[in-house]
């Protein structure tokens, strides 16, 4: 699915049409983003130098799909910034998102499509998330606001880090995000962690005006930068 990524504008067949029983809440005068994928996958691999992330697609059975695009997040820049490609030969980059501010907890980060146009941004709410991660998203059409879906297990993964020795030692706590229209309370896109030593993540997308790769690029961004 690799001709899937296409810069903004040009059609993209097969991947609008919802997957399986997936609902879709799009207000009438909205168009559909250039390129809609409902439900998709994300998994990590860690290396030594760099956080590496496979995006597939989500099968109508649920199962992992083609690979859509292939996430590189190079440690100790100056600003984040993770680049997604086609493939693990990195030979095109389809597209990315980077910090407009270095080193900074308030950072807005903007979402580039391959020509290196602006298709969205994302930033996190530095003080609500001192108990609560909770993040702003933003693209055309779209102004919304994501938390962790439990208030509790935001609150014991902090309880746990502050704990000696006992935060050093990794536990995989499943945590999901709900990011909702911040006018009407309509769902926009839920990233949903499955149980398991891997990060693994599951993603939904019931709103059509959301492009992909603004989706795809905040899924990556809750997993990236979720300790910032």
Known sequence: MRAAVRPAGQDVRGVRRPMGSLSVTMPSDQQPAPMVVPRFFVKQRITLMVNRYEIRVANPDGTEGALMAFAEQKRM??????????????????????????????????????????IGWFSKQFGASLLRST???????????????????????????LIPYLGDIWIPFVFHFDFVDAATGQPIVTSERVWGLRDRYEVTVPDQRLDFRVAAAMAVALDALQSR
Do not use: M, Y
């Open 77 to 118: 820049k100056l600003k984040e910034e993770i680049d997604f490609f086609t493939d693990e030969s990195r030979t095109r980059r389809v597209f990315s998102f980077k910090a407009r501010q270095r080193l900074d907890v308030h950072a807005e980060h903007d979402v580039h499509d391959e020509g290196g146009r602006v």
């Open 135 to 161: 993040w702003n998203l933003s693209a055309p059409g779209i102004a919304a606001v994501g938390r962790e879906r439990s208030q509790f297990i935001a609150i014991l993964r902090r309880v746990w880090d």
